[in-house]
């Protein structure tokens, strides 16, 4: 499965929704599907997994949606922390884990 | 609230061994119910699963890399490491160490990385 995350750059403001997709080529069973948030110097940090669960202290501005081939993750009321870049990325069997190629927030 | 962190050389030549290690802490592997795994980020491009360990030392790996990867992991010193051979240019990348949670959804796991180290860029070259 290839998931392909768009846009590659999306520009906003602090306060703005960020809406950020990711697309797989086939359809992925039961939506296992997380999101990890990526800035330089840190750990990178789980938000969502199965789609729309949110990771245990991840605020309530960060959701999951989607199911089949069409995932999407909505970051509201942006704040200066919020600008990374963002992995989708779908549990498999073989191989086990695939990732999209992220979305730079800036 | 348990945190991972990589070590190991920043660069290696090719042809030889890569080694890293990563120490567990605010938390124990022993514990169980998760896997302990690698994964790598090539310079511009994306993320690639290497393989996990459990607790017990029994291992999963990615069929790329199987023939020259080994993972071990050390309970009494919490911590896990990976061995890659014969390493190339194409080796290059940052590693990460991550933990695998798991999410019993109705009867069906998935799993997905909960904790995260920092990564360690490693570089083959002579």
């Known amino acids: 499965i290839v998931l392909t995350q768009s846009p590659g750059t999306l520009s906003l403001s602090p306060g703005d929704t960020a809406t950020l997709s990711c697309r797989a080529s086939q359809s992925i069973g039961s939506n296992y599907v997380a999101w990890y948030q990526y800035r330089p110097g840190q750990a990178p940090r789980l938000l969502i997994h199965g789609a729309s669960r949110r990771a245990t202290d991840i605020p309530d501005r960060f959701s999951g949606s989607g199911s089949g081939t069409d995932f999407t993750l909505t970051i509201s009321r942006l704040e200066p922390e919020d600008f990374a870049v963002y992995y989708c990325q779908q549990y498999g069997t073989s191989p086990r884990y695939t990732f999209g190629q992220g979305t730079r927030l800036e | 609230q348990v945190q991972l962190q990589e070590s190991g050389p920043g660069l290696v030549k090719p042809s030889e061994t890569l080694s890293l290690t990563c120490t567990v802490s605010g938390g124990s592997i022993s514990s169980g119910g998760y896997f302990w795994s690698w994964i790598r980020q090539h310079p511009g491009k994306g993320l690639e699963w290497i393989g996990y360990i459990y607790q017990s030392g029994s291992t999963f790996y990615n069929p790329s890399l199987k023939s020259r990867l080994t993972m071990s992991v050390d309970t009494s010193q919490n911590h896990f490491s990976l061995r890659l051979t014969s390493v190339t240019a194409a080796d290059t990348a940052v590693y990460y160490c991550?933990?695998?949670?798991?999410?019993?959804?109705?009867?069906?796991?998935?799993?997905?990385?909960?904790?995260w180290g920092k990564g360690t860029t490693v570089t083959v070259s002579s």
């Open positions: 991550v933990r695998e949670a798991n999410y019993n959804n109705y009867g069906s796991y998935y799993y997905y990385m909960d904790v």
